[in-house]
């Protein structure tokens, strides 16, 4: 007898990618003021996001609080130590990529 069997493969997901453009986006924030921070992903499965300030984890407390499994940072009155270096790190199955970006605080 003849046996025959056909297959489908199909690989779902996305892996996290940022586009870089050689320069650290710089956003500037007034002292006071309340600033949040965007971590752009659309990676399939959902990335897990880590966000980091001048290479440390972001410790969560009333002034800094991650929103939306880590998208968005959210920095309350914002004061001029918090200024500095930002990193967003996104991992998922396919693979991981960060985004940088620079915080100004004026006032």
Do not use: M
Request: charged fraction near 25%.
């Amino acid at each position: 007898g003849e046996d025959s069997r056909s297959f489908h493969v199909t690989i779902q997901g996305t892996p996290p990618s940022t586009e870089s453009v050689g320069e650290i986006p710089v956003i500037t924030a007034v002292a006071g003021g309340q600033l949040i921070l965007e971590c752009p992903e659309d990676a399939e499965p959902p990335p897990h996001i880590e966000w980091h300030r001048e290479g440390s984890p972001v410790q969560e407390d009333s002034h800094r609080q991650v929103l939306a499994k880590g998208r968005f940072l959210k920095i309350g009155a914002v004061r001029a130590v918090d200024g500095g270096e930002y990193s967003c790190r996104a991992t998922n199955a396919l693979g991981d990529t960060s985004l940088r970006l620079r915080v100004h605080v004026h006032g």
